[in-house]
């Protein structure tokens, strides 16, 4: 049982807005809600690895099958047949680098998530993804491209709530995490063997 006056720092500190969810589920609570606030935390750092892995994962497969297809300077050769935010975001991730002649894995590494899950979404599906895209999944068994971004795309999300500091508590974190590891498996069979190997969050749920 906590202190009151170290309860009352914390929901200071934390804010009892934030703290709502975690009040919800726990009846109202205040401490039963710190100790499920520190849970979330816990599984939200173990969810790191293999979020990281997907994300870092993803950008180099688009990227080179995008370079095998367009040329190496892709995102700046008009070659690929980018929409204009698309072309926006290239520019901006550019311009935050803090380098005077940024390369372009300076900027592949540079550009969010986000714009790499746009470029698998339906727009694109008659230009980059029957062109070039679809090879960077075919170690998943040639899944269709609205299959592989819808998963990716909700994982995109998923990846936002932890990023935000956001409740994951009330998911089924197993079967996001194994989403995750097998979205792995469809761009690299390796990669997602080291991924789920190294990944603490099955220990973590059970602890």
Aim: hydrophobic share 40%.
């Amino acid at each position: 049982m906590r202190a009151v006056a170290e309860i009352a720092a914390l929901e200071a500190s934390i804010s009892r807005e934030r703290l709502t969810k975690y009040l919800g589920a726990c009846g109202g609570d205040i401490d039963q809600a710190l100790t499920l606030y520190e849970r979330n935390a816990r599984l939200s750092e173990a969810f790191y690895t293999p979020l990281q892995c997907l994300e870092i994962c993803l950008r180099n497969r688009l990227n080179s099958r995008l370079s095998d297809r367009y040329g190496h300077d892709w995102m700046t050769n008009r070659r690929a047949p980018l929409e204009v935010d698309s072309m926006r975001s290239i520019r901006e991730a550019s311009r935050n680098i803090q380098k005077a002649a940024p390369t372009a894995s300076d900027v592949v590494a540079g550009l969010h998530l986000g714009f790499w899950v746009g470029l698998i979404g339906p727009r694109y599906d008659d230009t980059l993804w029957r062109t070039a895209l679809y090879m960077a999944f075919r170690v998943g068994g040639g899944r269709s491209r609205g299959i592989v971004h819808g998963r990716i795309n909700a994982l995109r999300r998923f990846r936002n709530r932890v990023a935000h500091h956001e409740p994951i508590f009330g998911r089924d974190l197993l079967a996001v995490h194994d989403e995750i590891i097998e979205a792995i498996g469809w761009m690299n069979a390796d990669t997602c063997r080291w991924a789920a190997l190294h990944s603490r969050l099955p220990d973590v749920i059970k602890s």
